[in-house]
């Protein structure tokens, strides 16, 4: 199908899901939004050990600061610091980081940016009871997901990357 034809469909379906609504009835799906939906698993986790190691170096430049404040230097450079610290604290433990198993490839964020693994590229898949990896094929580097430094849910992850391993023709490890 043409781009342009998804792109009419895509609208037309928008428009006859607006009436609908107004009307009360169930909305339709496009075809592709919905399948894509429906392919993909994403496990969720918490990051709590790197924000509460920024929380502990803010309190600490926030103490040495107060008893550095009795002398009157770089009053306002350190609570900014500090404050900085807090926020960026803040910041990466309300952003979750995931795994999205699709059909054929999964993806998570790593270093800021949406990183994406086709399945053709895993050499294989390492599954213990406390962590998930998947390893690269011909580099030594790999994806680690783990229950202590992140919060995942590795039985259900290992679960699922398992039938994602027997689908694309991945080994399993198991530890």
Known sequence: MARSWERMVQRNTQ????????QGKETIYASKSASAAKDSDIFKGRN?????????????FWVVGSVDEAQGSGILANWLGV?????????????????????????????NRERWLQASEIEKIIVSRSMVSL???????QWVFSRFL????????GERLTEFA??????VVYE
Do not use: C, D, H, W
Not at 150 to 157: F, I, K, L, P
């Open 150 to 157: 992140n919060r995942y849910n590795t039985a259900a992850m």
């Open 135 to 141: 390893k690269y094929k011909g580099k030594r580097k």
């Open 48 to 60: 709590i050990v790197f924000p509460l190691v920024l929380l502990l170096l803010g309190i600490m």
């Open 83 to 111: 404050v900085l610290y807090f926020l960026l604290a803040a910041l990466l433990f309300f952003r979750r980081p995931y795994l999205k198993v699709e059909r054929a490839r999964v993806s998570t964020i790593k270093y």
């Open 15 to 22: 428009q006859v899901n607006k009436q609908r609504k107004k």
């Open 166 to 171: 027997k689908a694309n023709n991945i080994e």
